[in-house]
T-cell receptor, first 113, second 114 residues
Framework: AQSVAQPEDQVNVAEGNPLTVKCTYSVSGNPYLFWYVQYPNRGLQFLLKYITGDNLVKGSYGFEAEFNKSQTSFHLKKPSALVSDSALYFCARVEAAGNKLTFGGGTRVLVKP | SQTIHQWPATLVQPVGSPLSLECTVEGTSNPNLYWYRQAAGRGLQLLFYSVGIGQISSEVPQNLSASRPQDRQFILSSKKLLLSDSGFYLC?????????????FGDGTRLSIL
């Protein structure tokens, strides 16, 4: 079955340092990949998606993600983290033939001042 | 612009009581609609999705049901709640026909069963 995996439950980073949140996907069909962010007691907010084309995708709030086919990865990155980036981040994948969006288990990001 | 509303924001219900959660979308027509449940602040599980009025697909067998009485209204229901129904329920919409369209989420309902 198609899936995504987020190998880290939590990522801690100091404010101003680069932030990376990892996501890998299983090799099956076309990988249509998404990143979402969730702040406490809120719904998920869309950050960016990869469908085809340029492997570097730019999204909201200064985030970007790099699609790497050889490593089957779609890591989320931000050059300089802010305390306000502390949240729960989800990688997700949609099946091309249906309406299902499958989420990874989530990675909690804590940015310390 | 499009907006999505869910209510109530929080709900405490006794075991065995009925449930009705509502979700409405504004600013778009004929959206795909979804109900997700998030347990323990982590993974999301798709419960139901709908591509049109009266068309509901269920993803997992459970104690819940969904209905879509109007184009932009999606309701999650139960006749008798179980303790295991506790969780954070999220409604979402996406553009009809856009297979890789992003989902847009409401702010959720936190349901606690006592």
């Amino acid at each position: 079955a198609q899936s995504v995996a987020q190998p880290e439950d939590q990522v801690n980073v100091a404010e101003g340092n680069p932030l990376t949140v990892k996501c890998t996907y299983s090799v099956s069909g076309n990988p249509y990949l998404f990143w979402y962010v969730q702040y406490p007691n809120r719904g998920l907010q869309f950050l960016l998606k990869y469908i085809t084309g340029d492997n570097l995708v730019k999204g909201s709030y200064g985030f970007e993600a790099e699609f790497n086919k050889s490593q089957t990865s779609f890591h989320l990155k931000k050059p300089s983290a802010l305390v306000s980036d502390s949240a729960l981040y989800f990688c997700a994948r949609v099946e091309a033939a249906g309406n299902k969006l499958t989420f990874g288990g989530g990675t909690r990001v804590l940015v310390k001042p | 612009s499009q907006t999505i509303h869910q209510w109530p924001a929080t709900l405490v219900q006794p075991v065995g009581s009925p449930l009705s959660l509502e979700c409405t979308v504004e600013g778009t027509s004929n959206p795909n609609l979804y109900w997700y449940r998030q347990a323990a602040g982590r993974g999301l599980q798709l419960l139901f999705y709908s591509v049109g009025i009266g068309q509901i697909s269920s993803e997992v067998p459970q104690n819940l049901s969904a209905s879509r009485p109007q184009d932009r209204q999606f309701i999650l229901s139960s006749k008798k709640l179980l303790l295991s129904d506790s969780g954070f329920y999220l409604c979402a919409w996406s553009v009809q026909g856009a297979v890789v369209g992003e989902r847009h989420f409401g702010d959720g309902t936190r349901l606690s069963i006592l």
